[in-house]
């Protein structure tokens, strides 16, 4: 992780309705919280995991300033289910 203090980062996520989804709400709220965080919060980086096939949710991610991060990688329960994640992050 780059030689992250534990301290020093926090992770985020975000569900939208599928009645919601392609009107950029995920990226207008994540970008929001990355501002919040920058003013707020005495961390270095924020991360975010998604399933490697959700491209739509990688966009959202790219749009509001994150990039993919090879180092970050964990398996997660989603739907029931373990499944790997990747992940991304931004310097805040």
């Known amino acids: ?3 992250w203090s534990l301290r020093a980062r ?6 939208v309705a ?4 392609r009107q950029g709400h995920a990226s207008a ?3 929001l919280v990355v501002d919040w965080v920058r003013g707020t919060l005495r961390i ?4 975010l995991f998604v399933e490697p096939s959700n ?3 990688q966009r959202t991610a790219e749009r509001a300033g994150f990039t993919f991060d090879s180092g970050l990688r964990e398996r997660r329960e989603i739907g029931g ?3 790997d994640v990747i992940g991304y ?4």
């Open 55 to 57: 491209l739509s949710s």
């Open 18 to 21: 599928a009645s919601r989804r």
């Open 29 to 31: 709220a994540l970008e």
């Open 1 to 3: 992780m780059g030689g």
């Open 10 to 15: 926090a992770s985020v996520g975000y569900w």
């Open 44 to 47: 270095t980086h924020l991360e």
């Open 81 to 83: 289910q373990i499944t």
């Open 89 to 92: 992050s931004v310097k805040v």
